[in-house]
């Protein structure tokens, strides 16, 4: 979005504000670079509020826009808008699809197994694995009604086309790819010369659909072939339990993380990088020996574009809409969720074969350009906005 708004608000003919919520009292506004800001208060970001209708009303009584863009469906805020003021000209654009991840987002894990790790942390703050899904379905109700609401619709692969005709057969759906950061578009990407060899990166570990656990009994397999392995994870350390008080802050799947490392005794091979900034990313793509999107669900991951604007040779599970962001054997590997094994197999290739690493990370780096060209994609935008609100 910040990539959008970025190349956006450079049109002479464009006027853009951009509108948020904020836990506070009062409604802010700011303008940063040619760009309206409104911060909209509110005392939660999960429920629906009431009070945020007549902050709505003011500011497109302010404003007045022509169409207003809905950045994700999860939050109800946007939703706010869409009922008190439903006369304006709206579009939403999809991010992941919450109602459709919530089939998926035990990732494969026993239930037996999530009740055998539950922990104090869990259970005082009612924060289970059980619980994480059931928020996503409770968060699919406000999903579904913003497809409902809404005449347009914008996406970017086949499976959320699918998934956008199945909650609303009448939606007229536009396709449109995403920008991404400005320091991924950098000319100096992965060099096979540089990487550090056996190194895996993943860019999130905190909740089971991201699916570390999947990459820990793969590298189970792979460390008889290559004992010095290693798994650097972006974000915080999910595994912290040495003091009392990190003992108390320790979730569930972070408990689970910690019994797969034990049993297949990967203590010095997995690194947690903690939360890291733009160039910080960029670093540890350029680093790594390979990527690996593990989820079991995605629409089109900002990570996975990342990786191959940078370069280096991915591996994604595949699920939802990342067949449209790799061929397999071209752009980057691809295998079943569920086949810990094909995952395997997939990461000795790129270790054992400098020749299919390079390739991938060629192959990788031209769809990306391809797909994440901000010119192409903001002007492509303009002629979306242009056509819901029939200006030619």
Request: net charge positive; glycine share 6%.
């Amino acid at each position: 979005m910040f990539a959008l708004a970025k190349q956006l608000s450079s049109y002479n003919d464009v006027r853009l504000s951009v509108a948020t919520v904020y836990i506070g009292k009062e409604i802010k506004s700011f303008d940063i670079d040619g760009i309206l800001y409104y911060l909209l208060p509110v005392k939660s970001f999960r429920k629906y509020q009431k009070s945020l209708e007549q902050y709505w009303q003011k500011v497109c009584r302010d404003y007045n826009p022509d169409i207003i863009h809905i950045h994700g469906t999860e939050y109800a805020h946007g939703l706010a808008c869409m009922r008190i003021l439903p006369a304006y000209k709206y579009v939403i654009s999809i991010q992941g699809l919450v109602s459709i991840y919530a089939r998926y987002y035990y990732a494969g894990i026993n239930p037996c197994k999530i009740i055998n790790h539950l922990t104090f942390r869990d259970l005082i703050r009612h924060d289970t694995i059980f619980h994480g899904k059931r928020k996503y379905e409770l968060k699919g109700i406000f999903e579904k009604e913003y497809f409902l609401r809404s005449k347009h619709v914008i996406g970017r692969t086949s499976w959320d086309y699918a998934q956008s005709k199945a909650l609303n057969p009448f939606i007229t759906y536009h396709f449109c790819n995403e920008s991404l950061r400005d320091s991924y578009y950098t000319e100096l990407g992965w060099n096979i010369s540089e990487k550090t060899c056996y190194s895996i990166f993943i860019s999130q570990s905190e909740y089971p659909i991201k699916g570390m656990h999947q990459v820990l009994i793969a590298m189970s397999i792979l460390k008889v072939d290559f004992p010095e392995i290693k798994l650097r994870v972006a974000g915080p350390d999910i595994l912290k339990d040495n003091s009392l008080m990190e003992k108390i802050k320790l979730s569930g799947y972070g408990n689970y993380i910690n019994s797969l490392i034990k049993k297949y005794k990967l203590n010095n091979n997995v690194v947690f990088t903690g939360i890291l900034d733009e160039e910080h990313m960029v670093t540890e793509y350029k680093q790594a020996h390979l990527f690996i999107c593990p989820s079991s669900i995605e629409n089109s991951p900002n990570s996975l574009g990342e990786a191959q604007l940078i370069g280096v040779p991915c591996v994604a599970a595949y699920v939802g809409g990342i067949p449209d962001m790799i061929s397999h054997g071209k752009s980057g590997l691809l295998y079943r969720f569920e086949e810990i094994e094909m995952l395997a197999y997939n990461i000795k290739r790129i270790f054992e074969d400098d020749c299919l690493a390079m390739r991938l990370s060629r192959g990788g780096k031209i769809a990306a350009t391809e797909r994440h060209d901000r010119e192409k994609n903001s002007e492509k935008t303009i002629s979306i906005y242009k056509k819901i609100i029939g200006k030619h």
